[in-house]
C-alpha cells in the first residue's frame, strides 16, 4: 500500500509525458505531413502517448488519426527528444515508417486543416524548421539534436 501511494503522489507531483512523432513515407518515397488547425505550418504526424497505449500503438493510432495511414511495416525508433518548450518532463519519441497507406483521402477536421504525402525536395511552404530538422537527421545529414 505505501508503495502505491509513493508512486501515486509521483504521479501527481512530477508527471511525465510522452509523444511519438513519425517520419512516414509512402511506397515512392514520398513523407506525410500535416497541417494543423491550431498551429502555424507542416508538421510530421504525432500527438501524445495515451494512459494504457504502448508507444508503437500511439504511432499507428496518430498515423490512422491524422491522415487514414496503415502501416504495413513495422515503425523503427530513429531518436528520443527532450522538449523543454512542453515542460520540464516531455519527450518525444522519433519513429521511420516505411511502405505507409493511406486507407482513404483524410478530409479537413477540427484538428488538421490539411494533409498530403510530398517529395522530399518539393516538401510544401511553410514546413517547419523542426520538421526540417528532423528529415536531415533522418537522412544522416547532420547528428541528433537532444533537444526537440
Known sequence: ???????????????????????????AGRVFLVRHTYVSGWHLPGGGVDPGETIEEAVR?????????DLPNPPALLSVHFNN??????HVFLYRCEGAVQTAPKPADREIAESGFYALDALPAGTTA???RRLAEARGEVAPDPYW
Do not use: Q, Y
Open 85 to 90: 518548450t512542453a515542460s520540464r518532463r516531455d
Open 130 to 132: 523542426g520538421t526540417l
Open 1 to 27: 500500500m505505501k508503495l502505491r501511494l509513493f508512486h501515486l503522489a509521483h504521479v501527481v507531483l512530477r508527471p511525465m509525458t510522452l509523444g511519438v512523432r513519425v517520419i512516414a513515407f509512402d511506397a
Open 61 to 69: 493510432r496518430e498515423l490512422r488519426e491524422e491522415g487514414h495511414l
